[in-house]
């Protein structure tokens, strides 16, 4: 085995402790340590100036701790604000969670390194919750590291400090460095020159010369986008190549009937997609295909022929959904559409226990039902299908705005500008609207430091709008009083409701005009644009305030910017996916959580595109990597990647 794949609490300095917190961070073996690279670098001679900061930008510097004061907001909140100087002008940096121990770490005079977003406070530049390191020659314990004027900043985890995380690093590399092997052969790096895989790791971390390290990087996102697509053309070789699918005829029996019997035409892309479905399906390989469209594009319809085109050749057909609603629609649409066709049986099979439940499985089992639409109770191990031809699963995506909605003016305010809001507000009541205001949770917390519903109903109530009919709406309330707090507010008995995400989906409320979200920037792509989804209803123009408390992070103003630049939601789905990941493929993994530690699918979809080309021009070629110049590709793919591809079941 190489040294590199040995697990990481071998490495001196690290232990059972310590490899448990790198875990943490993905990091499990000394190779995987190699590879953790760093996020930003320290310049410790940087000639950046305070005066010379932009607002809204994000910023490195170095500077001097001049003040140090802890504040009081109340009972349970604290401010802490930190002054630095470079020698001419000042700079606040100010947190609103932090303990103990983070104030500790301060001293007046101590050379400290900063990171963040810059604002402003009072005319003075501030950044709120900034990025820090205390740049303390005595705890750099390797001389090393004390005569570099450029640091590495690494990702880190509770109990791993920048220091330990540093000379970790430095001993991995002074002990293993002649183990580093090369991944790619010859003729790859030679085309795209690429740099030796060793001189690349050690210049990404001991690099005096940052702007170099970008061009650096490209070679580990592309190893990661290669070696995945290889994964793929395996996979699709062995789709097409190695294992056959079942030959369906196309009887056009079940199939004509149904087209006879529509009260529409089917558009031009329904019957080219048709069209597909049935090359595929009437080939001897496996169908393997992405049906996407917006709502009311006609996917159903589409999949129905599908179904039918298995059940005239003698199979099951199955459309799975992600919720028993979504289940029970498909269930009632299908049916209403086979209404003429009886022979077809169709079901619904939910999740639960009952009589009915057993019976039908069993009729599953035995071959009696043709068409069994379900959730995910369809996959549990007691659910055997008698002669399963097509399968289909509905993703429901979040991002799909019904049609003809009007586009919905989306901006985004610091919780200190609130009354900006609530003015707007107010003219919106006058005309008559109604107005949604969301919050992250129900009471208060003392573990988290978030307005919660119970608290800003209060407010509202009370302070803001003293006159206005409010409700309040959240998860924990029973479903009847749920129902007719609902009822009540889509009959206008409220001008507003303040409500947790409970609102999320299912609610149609016309003349609701204005969501308010508070805490904005703690809600994830998917969940802002469907709480916006839930005004602009009507034939009125339509309002989004996202209310934003600081900390943001980087990807929390990332999400906050895509929202007020688009509604088209394609865009958003494709933003969401660049930050959170797209899950793991090959694997077990799911959930966004990234496969990739370099690469990133939307920024880098142009090396993808090349590492793809290549990949599957050499599977063509040579399927199982036997090929003399494939000897590298050969034993990487097969002892790091093969196992991965065993889970993606042909």
């Known amino acids: 085995m190489n040294t590199l794949d040995s697990d990481i609490k071998y490495l001196k300095g690290v232990g059972e402790f310590r490899s448990k917190l790198l875990n943490k961070l993905n990091i499990y073996t000394i190779g995987d340590l190699m590879e953790h690279f760093p996020r930003d670098y320290i310049n410790r001679k940087s000639a950046v100036k305070i005066r010379d900061l932009k607002l809204a930008e994000n910023c490195s510097f170095v500077g001097n701790i001049i003040s140090i004061e802890k504040k009081n907001r109340s009972r349970k909140k604290s401010q802490l604000n930190v002054v630095v100087t470079d020698g001419e ?17 301060f001293k007046n005079g101590k050379q400290i390194w900063v990171s963040g977003v810059v604002s402003e406070f009072r005319g003075t530049p501030q ?42 690093i430095y001993k991995a590399f002074e002990l293993y460095a002649n183990e580093i092997h090369e991944n790619l ?3 790859i790096s030679k085309k795209f020159n690429f740099p030796d895989r060793k001189t690349a790791l050690q210049k990404i971390h001991f690099t005096q010369h940052p702007s170099q390290i970008p061009q650096e990087k490209i070679r580990f996102a592309f190893e990661e986008l290669f070696f995945t697509q290889l994964m793929l053309a395996r996979s699709k070789y062995g789709h097409e190549k190695k294992l056959n699918g079942n030959k369906f005829t196309l009887e056009k029996t079940y199939t004509t009937k149904l087209k006879n019997s529509l009260p529409f035409q089917l558009t031009n892309a329904q019957k080219r997609v048709i069209r597909e479905f049935v090359e595929d399906m009437t080939s001897k390989k496996q169908m393997n295909r992405l049906l996407q469209g917006d709502v009311g594009s006609g996917k159903t319809i589409v999949t129905v022929f599908a179904m039918l085109l298995a ?21 009632n649409s299908i049916s209403i559409l086979l209404s003429n066709q009886p022979e077809i049986k169709i079901a619904l099979l939910k999740g639960g226990v009952s009589k009915a439940k057993t019976e039908l499985k069993e009729q599953i089992r035995n071959g009696d039902v043709d068409i069994i639409i379900g959730t995910h109770a369809l996959i549990q191990k007691d659910v055997e299908f008698n002669n399963a031809g097509f399968v289909a699963i509905d993703e429901q995506h979040r991002y799909e705005l019904p049609p003809n909605r009007k586009e919905i003016k989306t901006t985004y305010y610091n919780f200190n500008k609130s009354s900006v809001v609530y003015e707007n507000v107010k003219a919106q009541l006058k005309m008559g609207r109604q107005v949604y205001v969301v919050c992250p949770l129900i009471k208060e917390s003392e573990k988290i430091d978030l307005l919660d519903a119970e608290t800003l109903f209060e407010h509202l109530s009370t302070h803001v709008f003293p006159n206005r009919k409010i409700a309040l709406l959240h998860g924990k309330m029973k479903t009847k009083e749920k129902d007719s707090i609902m009822e009540q507010f889509k009959n206008g008995k409220f001008d507003i409701l303040v409500s947790t995400t409970v609102i999320e989906v299912g609610i149609d409320v016309p003349n609701a005009s204005v969501m308010i979200v508070e805490h904005a920037e703690r809600f994830g792509l998917s969940q802002l644009h469907q709480l916006r989804g839930r005004v602009g209803r009507g034939s009125d123009r339509s309002y989004c305030y996202l209310i934003v408390h600081p900390p943001i992070s980087k990807e929390g103003r990332e999400r906050l910017n895509i929202m007020i630049e688009t509604n088209d939601g394609f865009k958003i789905a494709e933003k969401d996916l660049e930050i959170r990941g797209p899950g793991d493929f090959f694997g077990t993994q799911q959930s966004g959580i990234p496969i990739f530690k370099h690469a990133n699918i939307i920024r880098d979809r142009e090396l993808l595109k090349t590492a793809r080309i290549l990949a599957f021009d ?3 070629e040579d399927y199982n990597l036997d090929l003399d110049k494939n000897e590298i590709l050969n034993k990487v793919y097969f002892s790091k990647y093969a196992k991965r591809e065993k889970l993606f079941d042909f």
């Open 618 to 620: 050499i599977i063509d």
């Open 185 to 187: 052969p010859a003729f």
């Open 311 to 331: 059940i005239e050749n003698g199979f099951q057909s199955i459309l799975m959904a992600p919720t028993e609603i979504l289940a029970e629609q498909h269930f």
């Open 89 to 105: 002008d000042y700079l606040f940096l100010t947190w609103f969670r932090f303990g103990s121990w983070f104030i500790d770490q």
């Open 127 to 168: 950044i709120l919750h900034p990025q820090i390191e205390i740049l303390d020659e005595e705890d750099m314990k390797l001389d090393f590291w004390k005569t570099r004027s450029v640091l590495p900043v690494y990702p880190l985890t509770d109990k791993i400090s920048m220091n330990i995380m540093r000379n970790l």
